[in-house]
């Protein structure tokens, strides 16, 4: 099968008592049982829940794995995945990413004795001269939040003893529409699926997709143990989200494909961060590992003062501020001050991040209103 139909029908079949074409949501805590552990495959709902079930099995199919698990947030995923090592162990991670799972590693892991190197990852040697015994773990995001840097994955994947060192990459930009990593040697796939798979900002949820049987049997363990599961309405808002994908995908790509050229041509905008620029540093490896860009780019102004970012921020009416990415709805946001104040000062300026940097996530509405709101507000 090919994308479309596989995210419209994976995992899917007539609900079992019913026949109802769509899951269920089953809002239950506990299975009864026959006898003591005779039951139906469903003991406890943090453990198994049938709607959760039929999404991880669709979430796995969309990046090409064998397994999908599901959480109650991106965070709690990357928690999980965390919670493979053990005092001592060594994490390479990219210097620049989403501002939490910077807070997760350095104010919550660190204190249990976990080390981590941040780098830029663009230059694959970075990584290579950081790993030693102790490195379980290489954490990318590929194209990175906000800067849109590109980590060759297939590159970072070669520089690992096999079995030895992890490999997990955070899909959450480009969406398993436009990018697969397990297809280029990852072990590990993560997304917030918050973002563009739930595709329309009503519902919080991170999941993992992988293939390795043992890795699964790791990963669930903790799953259930440290309980950090959705409930099954998001589950079934997140499967109804990963219907429509593929058409929210095409038309994000569109739209910021329109709005990346028309803020290049501005005369108040200064840099524009784009991987879908031919002269964009990581271009070569965006268009091998990528099949579209989606709706992710920011920017900065040409009179590059806080004022002036300010002024821009508050004055758009069809893009709302707010935290958050990958809705139909387009979006403002000052990363320095709201996805990315957890990151100090001095490491996110060091990472490139700027004061003054504005992110955008473009939705899916009319391009012409889109451009014309940016138009008015940048002036
Ligand atoms: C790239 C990326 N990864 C992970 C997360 C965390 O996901 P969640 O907010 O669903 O916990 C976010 C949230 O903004 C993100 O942008």
Partial sequence: MKIATKLIHAGMEPDPSTGAIMTPIYQTSTYVQAAPGKNKGYEYA???????????????????????????????????????????????????????????????????????????????GNVSALINQQTKLIWTETPTNP???????????????????????????????????????????????????????????????????????????????CGAVPGPQDCFLILRGLKTLHVRMDRHNENGTAIAHFLKQHPGVGKVYWCGFEDHQGYAIAIKQMRGFGGMMSFTLKNDSMDEALRVLTSTKVFALAESLGGVESLINHPASMTHASIPREERIKNGLGDSLIRLSVGIEDIEDLTADLQQAIG
């Fill in 46 to 124: 943090r453990s198994q829940n049938p709607t959760r079930k039929v999404l991880e099995e669709a979430l796995a199919v969309s990046e090409n794995a064998r397994f999908g698990l599901c959480f109650s947030s991106g965070v709690a995923a990357t928690d999980a995945v965390m919670k493979l090592l053990s005092p001592g162990d060594e994490v390479i991670c990219a210097a620049d990413m989403y501002g939490g799972t910077y807070r997760l590693f350095s104010k919550v892991f660190e204190k249990y004795g976990i080390k981590f190197h941040y780098t830029d990852m663009q230059q694959a």
């Fill in 147 to 225: 800067l849109m840097n590109v980590v060759d994955i297939a590159a970072i994947s070669k520089l690992r003893k096999p079995g030895k060192i992890l490999l997990c990459v955070d899909n959450t930009f480009a969406s398993p529409y436009f990018q697969n990593p397990l297809d280029l040697g990852a072990d590990i796939v993560m997304h917030s699926a918050t973002k563009y798979i739930g595709g329309h900002s009503d519902v919080i949820h991170g999941c993992l997709m992988l293939n390795d049987a043992d890795l699964r049997e790791k990963l669930y363990f903790i799953q259930k143990s």
